[in-house]
């Protein structure tokens, strides 16, 4: 077990000892906070990292003392901050990870993200993720969850129709291209790009290859409003606080977009992508 998992779970514990003190059951203290009950469990079994939103609100719900109330909020923030090993995540749970980020992604109105090489999760329609968890199974031994993975995967999408968040997103035509999934998956996948492209609060860019860029585009990265960065290397998940770091990254992301294609200009190149599919079908 890492330091990383210890803590979470040191965590977790703290806050059922708090709910216990109150006499609060999971499913009044959910109520109370208006969560689903299973949010309850998973923050409390270490399944879910809280964060420092999660912390304040159930130290207020169990009125717990000022001072413990701040310990628990410095131990959040020192969680959030913390270089997370992927591997020992991914065996947590896919679908506790998944978790994890649709509570990140429901306390976000702005988000604007850029991708060099895979489809965004928000995106993706569920047999394209299928394939993508099947390989972050393989390569970092997941616990085997995909079956959930998928369906949590699923339900954050439903974020993308709410009108009160703007998303900004931009992909290379590489990540467009990148044979994730079979013929007939990507084929569904960019036809879902297609859809969502239309949507109202959605900007979303395609940097064609014909396209010079303004810097080697090394890894994606999440801007969460214009407080974290998120991004995420092959063994670490990064988050970053710093206002020179996430200053940093929106200039990164206007430049990129600067350069992509957005509306008809980017719908042209998804469907240039997807008559090269049909020819390859065809042979």
């Not at 059951?25 to 399944?47: D, F």
């Not at 879910?48 to 413990?68: G, R, Y």
């Not at 850029?114 to 616990?143: C, D, M, N, W």
């Not at 949507?199 to 396209?211: K, R």
Request: hydrophobic share 40%; proline share 4%; with cysteine.
């Amino acid at each position: 077990m890492t330091s990383f998992q210890q803590a979470r779970i040191d965590l977790g514990s703290q806050l059922r000892q708090l709910r216990e003190t109150a006499h609060l059951s999971g499913k009044e203290l959910a109520e109370r906070l208006r969560w689903q009950p299973s949010k309850v469990s998973r923050l409390e079994n270490a399944r879910q990292t809280a964060t420092e939103d999660d912390v304040v609100v159930w130290a207020a719900a169990v009125n717990a003392p000022p001072d413990t109330a701040d310990d628990l909020i410095r131990q959040s923030i020192a969680l959030l901050e913390r270089h997370d090993d992927w591997k020992q995540r991914h065996r947590s749970g896919l679908a506790a990870l998944q978790e994890d980020i649709r509570d990140l992604e429901a306390r976000t109105k702005l988000f604007r993200v850029f991708e060099p090489s895979i489809v965004i999760g928000l995106l993706q329609t569920s047999e394209y993720a299928r394939h993508v968890f099947r390989k972050v199974k393989r390569l970092y031994s997941a616990a085997d969850q995909i079956d959930a993975a998928v369906r949590v995967r699923m339900q954050r999408q439903e974020i993308l129709y709410d009108r009160s968040r703007t998303f900004r997103f931009v992909v290379t035509e590489s990540a467009l291209r990148t044979r994730i999934a079979p013929l007939d998956v990507m084929h569904g996948q960019l036809d879902r790009l297609l859809a969502v492209s239309t949507l109202p609060n959605v900007e979303f860019g395609v940097i064609p290859f014909t396209t010079e860029i303004p810097s080697s585009p090394i890894n994606g990265f999440w801007i969460y409003n214009e407080a974290m960065i998120g991004l995420a290397t092959m063994t670490k998940d990064l988050v970053l606080r710093d206002p020179d770091d996430i200053a940093f990254y929106v200039r990164a992301f206007e430049d990129y977009a600067k350069c992509a294609e957005f509306d008809e200009g980017g719908r042209d190149v998804i469907i240039s992508i997807l008559d090269d599919y049909r020819k390859q079908s065809s042979h």
